[in-house]
Each structure stands twice: as structure tokens, then as C-alpha cells.
């Protein structure tokens, strides 16, 4: 499992971002805090506080720096 800091403060960060997140299989989790929501869920993503940086959890280890490399606009 690979994790880095992901800042999705605008709709249309986190239209794109669930775009190219839902390309690649495995799981994918957004973390703030102690709430945890799947990162393909758009309407999970918008339940977080969107104020701050948020933790990705990439369980496919096999694609994450593939993912990492797609996703370098997002990260902080």
C-alpha cells in the first residue's frame, strides 16, 4: 500500500480526480481524519472536509506509481 496527500478543493478537482481514479482497478481509499470513504465514490469524496489535504490509501501496489504519476496535479 502506497499513501500520499491528495488537495481536492473544487468540484471540478474532484470531478477529475474520480475520473481518472475509476480508470484503474483495485481499491482506492480518501481519508480525513477518522472518516474513511472509497475514492471512486464522488458523493463519499463531498461527505469529507474538502478544506484540507486528504490522505489516499492505493491498496494496488502494482499500479500505484502509475496512479501516483496520473494523479501529480492533486498532490501536495
Request: aromatic share 6%; net charge negative; charged share 30%.
Amino acid at each position: 500500500m502506497k499513501s500520499v496527500s491528495v488537495l481536492l478543493n473544487t468540484i471540478e478537482k474532484v470531478k477529475g480526480f474520480v475520473n481518472i481514479i475509476s480508470t484503474h482497478d483495485g481499491d482506492f481509499d480518501l481519508s480525513s481524519d477518522r472518516y474513511v470513504v472509497d475514492a471512486k465514490s464522488i458523493m463519499g469524496i463531498f461527505s469529507l472536509d474538502l478544506g484540507k489535504s486528504l490522505r489516499l490509501d492505493i491498496h494496488n501496489s502494482t499500479d500505484a506509481d502509475k496512479v501516483i504519476e496520473q494523479l501529480k496535479d492533486y498532490i501536495v
